[in-house]
Every structure is written in C-alpha cells, then in structure tokens.
T-cell receptor, first 112, second 113 residues
Framework: KNEVEQSPQNLTAQEGEFITINCSYS?????LHWLQQHPGGGIVSLFM???GKKKHGRLIATINIQEKHSSLHITASHPRDSAVYIC??????????????FGKGTHLIIQP | EPEVTQTPSHQVTQMGQEVILRCVPI?????FYWYRQILGQKVEFLVS????????KSEIFDDQFSVERPDGSNFTLKIRSTKLEDSAMYFC???????????FGQGTRLTVV
C-alpha cells in the first residue's frame, strides 16, 4: 500500500516568489496527481503525470519515477494561489479502479 | 464544462440515524469513488465502484457503509447508523477510466450530533 509524504506542511511567501512543494511516495506507480483545495473545501485536479514535466500557466509539475518523487512549482506566485496543494498517488500500483492515497497537503499563503 | 455534483452540500443528522449522500458523476465516466476528509486531516479513500460493483474498499468502509448506483446517473453513499466520528466532508469523484484524471465534487459536509 502506497504512502505519500509532502513537504513543507505550511508555506508563507511573498507575491512573486517561486514556490516549490515536494512529494514522495513509497510504491512504484503509473501516475501521480496534484490537486488544489480551496478554503471552501472543493478539490480541483491540477495535474496527473506519469513522467517528465507538465506545465499549465504558472504551474509546473515534475516527476522522477525512479526516485519516487514529484515537485509542484508555482512561478510568479500571486495571492490567489493561496490554497492547500495536495499530492495523491494510487493506493496500490494504479491498475483498474485503484483509489488514491493523499498527502497531508501543503497550506500555501501568498502575501501581497 | 462537465462537473461532478453532490447533494446536499451540508447535512446535520442525529447519531444513529441513516444518511444518504448523493452524487451525479460526469456522464461518460465509468469509475466512481467516495473519499472523506475529517476536519484538519488528510483526504482518505473509502471505496471505488466500477461496472455496478465495488472494486476496492478501505478499512474505513465497514458494514455501516454501502454504495449504490440506483439509476444511470446517481451514485450514492449510505451510512446506516451514523456515529459522531462519521462527521467529515465526503467527496465523490469520477474518472473516465481507472487511473485517469479524477474529477471531484464540491463535497457534502456531514455533521453528526
């Protein structure tokens, strides 16, 4: 069964700073998910990646399958980026209807 | 844009009562999931559902819980006799196939008193 660890748990930064959130997992997987949770509670999928790098606007996600490690980067951070960012991996290897196991999340605050 | 919808958004129930949480997954999705998040804790997997049957379930998903897809659109989570510790945000999710991008509903906040 996969275990997911995220760091840091809390991050406060100034507007414009480059942000990095790290995630490691214990069992080899087919793909990793990055999610965003806003104060209201809703969860939005940001990325699902199985290799290399993906970019969406100011968000970049990378994964190293061999090292079982992924990072989420935010360039030119803005107060509206303030949210909880969560890394999630398949509970087992990622076959079939495998549920996800979640990290504890990184609570990001971007100050103006 | 298609989305997963959950009702109700909030539910308060007395301990021992049955509750049914409802979800309408995205219409062409085949895999359905329930997760829960106790306040201040991480999101936890409850159950996955495919082809009208449970595919995987966690140790949390005991005999008090059941899921059903009563028609072509709804996916429900029933808790038979609620306990105080069932108070949590419950999220429904769906995906086109297994291990593809999951789309989450806005959640149902369940409070057991």
């Amino acid at each position: 069964k996969n275990e997911v660890e995220q760091s840091p748990q809390n991050l406060t930064a100034q507007e414009g700073e480059f942000i990095t959130i790290n995630c490691s997992y214990s069992v080899g997987i087919s793909a990793l998910h990055w999610l965003q949770q806003h104060p209201g509670g809703g969860i939005v999928s940001l990325f699902m990646l199985s290799s290399g790098k993906k970019k969406h606007g100011r968000l970049i996600a990378t994964i190293n399958i061999q090292e079982k490690h992924s990072s989420l980067h935010i360039t030119a951070s803005h107060p509206r980026d303030s949210a909880v960012y969560i890394c999630a991996a398949p509970l087992y290897s990622g076959g079939g209807a495998d549920g996800l196991t979640f990290g504890k999340g990184t609570h990001l605050i971007i100050q103006p | 844009e298609p989305e997963v919808t959950q009702t109700p958004s909030h539910q308060v129930t007395q301990m021992g009562q049955e509750v049914i949480l409802r979800c309408v997954p995205i219409s062409n999705h085949l895999y359905f999931y329930w997760y829960r998040q106790i306040l201040g804790q991480k999101v936890e997997f409850l159950v996955s559902f495919y082809n009208n049957e449970i595919s995987e379930k966690s140790e949390i998903f005991d005999d008090q819980f059941s899921v059903e897809r009563p028609d072509g659109s709804n996916f429900t989570l029933k808790i038979r006799s609620t306990k105080l510790e069932d108070s949590a945000m419950y999220f429904c999710a769906s995906s086109v196939e297994g291990n593809t991008e999951a789309f989450f509903g806005q959640g149902t906040r369940l409070t057991v008193v």
